[in-house]
C-alpha cells in the first residue's frame, strides 16, 4: 500500500531557528497521527507544509491522490458581520470538485452538503450567518467544511478548541469513522490527547527540534518523554487517560499544570 502522506529527510526553520530537522514519516492510508508538543514547536508550520503554504529548508514531501487536502484550521472567531451561511461556509469545501454544469451537478452538490452538515449535527443552524454562531457551532460547520469534499487526507489543528465535552466526542469519533471507512489519513494536531487516545494509532511528538515518533504507548511514556524534554517528565496512566507532569515547558495536559504546582507549593 502506497504511503497517503510521505516526509522524507525534513526540515524546517525560520531566521536561523530550526524548528524540526531529519524529519521521516509515512502516514498510511486511514491511518490516524496525532501531532503534539508545546507551543511553538512547528505543529501548525508542519501542517502548512503539507498544504503547501510553506516551502521546506530541506528535504521533500509528497501526498498521493489528487483529491483536495481536507483542512481544519486552528479556530479564529469569524468576523460577526460575516454575511456568509453555514450551507455557503461548507459548500466551499466542494470548490475544486467538479460534477459537471446542471441540475444533475448542483443537485449532488447540495446532497452534499446537506449530508456534511447533519453529519456534525449543525442542521439547526446551517442557514444563520456564520458571524452570529457560536465558536463551538462555527467549529462544527468548519469540520463539515472538511470533511465534504471526500478527503484522502484530513490536516486538523486544534479541531476540538471550544467544543464541548459532547461535540468532541462526537467529532472526534466522525473523523475516526472517516478514516475507517473511507481510508482517510488523519494528521491531527492537539495539546489534549486523551479525547482521541482511543483512535489514535501513532504519535509525532515535537520538542524544541527534537522529535519522536511512535505508538502511543511507545512516545508517552516517561523515559521518552524526559528524554525529549531534556528534563524530568512524569507520565501516569489513569483510567485509561494520560497525565503529563513536569517542568513547564513540558506541559502538554493542563491536569499536569495542576501537579506542577503542588510540587512547588509543597
Ligand atoms: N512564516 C514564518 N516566519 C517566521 N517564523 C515563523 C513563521 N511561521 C511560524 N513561525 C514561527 O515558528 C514557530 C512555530 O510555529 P507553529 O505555529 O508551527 O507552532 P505550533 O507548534 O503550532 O504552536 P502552538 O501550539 O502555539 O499553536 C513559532 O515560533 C512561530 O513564530
Known sequence: ??????????????????????????VQPGEFLAILGPNGSGKTSLLKVLLGLQPL?????????????????QQRAMQEALALRGVDLVGLGL???????????????????????????AQAYAKSPVGHLSGGEQQRLRVAQALVGEPDVLLCDEPLASLDLGHQRAVSAL??????????????????????LSYVDRV????DGRFRIGTPAEVMNSTTLSEL?????????????????????????????????EERVS
Open 204 to 207: 509525532l511528538y515535537l520538542v
Open 57 to 73: 529548508s530541506a528535504g521533500t514531501w509528497r501526498i498521493a491522490g489528487d483529491r483536495p487536502v481536507g483542512y481544519i484550521p
Open 175 to 196: 473523523i475516526d469513522q472517516r478514516r475507517r471507512e473511507a481510508g482517510t489519513a488523519v494528521l491531527f494536531v492537539t495539546h489534549e490527547l486523551n479525547p482521541i
Open 229 to 261: 524534554y531534556r528534563s524530568k517528565v512524569e507520565v501516569i496512566r489513569i483510567g485509561g487517560q494520560i497525565h503529563v507532569a513536569g517542568t513547564q515547558s513540558a506541559l502538554c495536559e493542563d491536569e499536569a499544570h495542576h501537579l506542577d504546582e
Open 1 to 26: 500500500m502506497s504511503a497517503a502522506v510521505e516526509i522524507s529527510g525534513a526540515s524546517l526553520g525560520f531566521r536561523g531557528r530550526t524548528l524540526w530537522s531529519g524529519l521521516d514519516l509515512s
Open 95 to 121: 470548490d475544486g470538485h467538479r460534477w459537471g454544469l446542471g441540475l444533475r451537478g448542483m443537485a449532488e452538490r447540495r446532497r452534499r452538503v446537506a449530508a456534511a452538515i447533519e453529519s456534525v449535527g
